[in-house]
């Protein structure tokens, strides 16, 4: 293990991916969010397969033992993509990223559901404490006040939609791990991402401006640098290291958004961001220490077993 090597691959893969995000931001009004999926999913592919080629699996590293998973996984994992660039249209960069963080949070409760995990109290009540996070966020845009047909409103369910959506395609994920390599993950699910998107051309693609496909492509370019980024993290560190340096991304967000986007952070978004990311970094904390307490459980007994 080389943590300091993983923890840095985590903050690039969180700076990449932000990168991303704001340049899909910035195409928002130009191109629908299924045209920018495409550009996303299709222009990582020739990273993703250089990396590939770099590691010696271009050959065999692709290969699936369970192609109907990688489908759903792509299909959940899609659709997540795809709200989530709708509400980058909609919503300030910052606010979207905070109720972004509500996935990592659902996956506890998902993995419980449907992997059969057992999740107990210190964890749960983290994660209660996250989603009151995730709705104080949420308290401006769907207060009884709020307009439910304004652009706002629609952009916060749009992506805690995504957030949801994001959160099942990581359980898909776990399961995939049972049997497929880290390297035909990433390839199949660029791959159904590509061609999944291609359905949404009757919902009104259009012919960008060279300037709007140019940030389309170079998002599409990052996003697959981010990914092996992400991926390279967890080889030379723990998850539950890295795991706390995904929310630098609200840092790269608020910074950002307000001198990209003049974006100017609200009292009750930032408040609601601190509570959620505190939930996940207890969780974070939690699953480490149950994880050293495993670790010492193994090794006590494999000493009584010497």
């Known amino acids: 293990m080389q943590p300091l090597r993983g923890i840095l691959f985590k903050v690039l893969s969180v700076c990449m991916f932000m ?11 130009d191109v629908p969010p299924g045209q920018a999926v495409f550009f ?48 980058l249209g909609l919503l ?14 659902l996956v506890v409760i998902f993995a419980a559901m449907f992997l059969n995990e057992d999740v107990r109290a210190f964890r749960l009540s983290a994660v209660g404490l996250g989603m009151v996070g995730v709705l104080i966020v949420l308290s401006p845009r769907l207060s ?24 099942l395609a990581q359980v898909f994920v776990r399961k995939l791990v049972a049997t497929e390599g880290t390297a035909a993950i990433v390839f199949w699910f660029t791959v159904t991402s590509s061609v999944l998107s291609l359905f949404t051309v009757p919902w009104g693609w259009v012919a960008p401006s060279w300037p709007i496909a140019g940030l389309l492509v170079v998002a599409g370019l990052l996003g697959g640098i981010g990914q092996i980024f992400l991926t390279s993290s ?28 003049d974006e100017v952070p609200t009292r009750t978004m930032l408040i609601g961001a601190g509570i959620v990311i505190s939930a996940g970094v207890l969780i974070i904390w939690r699953e480490r220490q ?14 009584i077993g010497g």
């Open 19 to 29: 990168a991303m995000a704001s340049l899909i931001k910035a195409a928002s009004a």
């Open 92 to 105: 300030p960069l910052p606010e979207v990223t905070a109720i972004g963080y509500a996935a990592p949070l």
């Open 234 to 261: 967890y080889r030379f560190a723990d998850a539950s290291l890295v795991a706390p340096f995904d929310y630098t991304s609200m840092i790269l967000a608020l910074t950002i958004g307000y001198f990209v986007f």
């Open 40 to 87: 996303r999913a299709f222009f990582a592919l020739p990273i993703i397969l250089g990396w590939l080629a770099i590691r010696g699996e271009l050959r065999h590293g692709w290969k699936t033992k369970n192609p109907i998973g990688h489908f759903w996984r792509g299909l959940v994992g899609t659709s997540a993509m795809g709200l989530g660039f709708t509400g």
């Open 144 to 167: 009884v006040g709020a307009s439910l047909n304004s652009a706002e409103t629609l952009g916060a369910i749009v992506v805690l939609m995504g957030a949801v959506l994001a959160a």
């Open 290 to 303: 149950l994880g050293l307490q495993r670790a010492q459980q193994r090794k006590a007994t494999g000493n």
